[in-house]
């Protein structure tokens, strides 16, 4: 293998996308689906998202000497298990436990980034980096912007379990992404599983900025990925069109993309239309060229996510596609998300955006 990120970045692209190749192939052998060309690691092995978190965090703690992970109960693996097994390889020193103070987590993690370390912060759930908002926004995002560029912390990560769960009720089911997104200085990242999950938080750890990388919860212990053992990378404000489509344009991240793709096979099989779905993967900055192309060439946009409609990201999107896209849209842009209410605990079912509800504003956008 050749140990040059860039290198192994491309091929390890190449590789994905043979893969990809070889899913939409179905009923097909693999020796017709994937090209001979596509990279094949030196070991891949099954994780699921929460392992592939793991796999990334020992595979840093193994080439820099100076990374650090801390956090409430990381020492012990976590709520989550993601550092498990983690301490006992590197040590105490490097795998250590933290007060229940987020504000203090955030703020020791941009000290040691200042003085050389990486630092990888862990905020055990997203509902609770509210305590830690002020460190964020206004040590974090500008310590580079107010010593021109003379001190920085982009050696900081801050990990966060996200969204709902099926049973977390108001505290333990949050999207708080858009809340960072009004941010300049930052970089906000929500991969959609764990081949994604490895890449894009190692690309967090190795960029220049402080990043924020929110871990779909829901998806930690769900489906199994052939992921690659060694650092990879995928690269960050970069979204991926998934599938490729002629009428409509669904664009989400994290657990909605799984909800999206049921709402594209629905709307091919019952109505004979065809979807472009899209993974924006980073929130921050985000990728309006993909999207736009995409959105200029179908002529209708849905966008949906979990965080409450009003203020959410989905609504910067919907102004940066009118604005640019407005000569091609063929319908109003829809926006299908989570309720203007705390998150609940028994109605779960009924707050979530779920695919009837996506399935049916697709439907509204064909039919306009």
Not at 302 to 308: K, N, T, V
């Amino acid at each position: 293998m050749d140990n040059d990120p860039q290198h192994t970045s491309k091929a390890v692209a190449k590789w994905l996308k043979g893969q990809q190749t070889y899913r939409k192939c179905v009923g097909r052998t693999e020796k017709v689906c994937v090209s001979k060309e596509a990279y094949k690691p030196d070991s891949v092995t099954p994780m699921n998202l929460f392992q592939s978190v793991t796999s990334a965090l020992d595979n840093t703690l193994a080439s820099d000497p100076t990374a650090v992970i801390f956090g409430e109960d990381v020492a012990f693996g976590g709520v989550f298990r993601c550092t498990v097994g983690l301490r006992d390889k590197y040590g105490k020193d490097r795998v250590f436990n933290t007060p229940l103070c987020e504000q203090g987590i955030v703020g020791f993690g941009i000290g040691a980034a200042v003085a050389g370390a990486t630092a990888i912060a862990e905020i055990q759930f997203a509902d609770y980096i509210y305590p830690a908002f002020d460190q964020i926004v206004n040590e974090a995002a500008k310590y580079r912007y107010r010593s021109g560029n003379l001190f920085d912390c982009g050696n900081l990560t801050i990990r966060a379990p996200w969204g709902c769960v099926g049973h977390g009720s108001l505290y333990h089911s949050q999207s708080p992404e858009a809340f960072f997104a009004h941010c300049p200085g930052i970089k906000v990242v929500i991969p959609r599983g764990p081949v994604q999950c490895k890449g894009l938080l190692l690309s967090c750890i190795a960029d220049q900025n402080p990043c924020i990388f929110f871990e779909p919860k829901i998806l930690y212990r769900a489906a199994v990925e052939q992921v690659p053992t060694e650092a990879y990378t995928i690269p960050l404000s970069q979204a991926e069109v998934i599938q490729e489509g002629s009428d409509v344009t669904l664009v989400a991240w994290g657990t909605q993309i799984h909800v999206l793709r049921e709402v594209a096979n629905m709307a091919q099989e019952k109505l004979g239309v065809s979807c472009e779905l899209i993974d924006l993967q980073t929130i921050l900055p985000w990728d309006t060229e993909t999207v736009c192309k995409s959105v200029a060439k179908t002529g209708r946009l849905l966008i949906s996510h979990e965080a409450p409609i009003t203020g959410g990201f989905a609504a910067e999107i919907s102004s940066t596609v009118q604005e640019e896209c407005f000569l091609n849209l063929e319908a109003p842009i829809a926006r299908v998300c989570g309720y203007d209410t705390p998150f609940p605990h028994i109605f779960e079912p009924f707050y979530i955006p779920d695919k009837w509800k996506c399935f049916d504003a697709v439907k509204k956008l064909i039919s306009y």
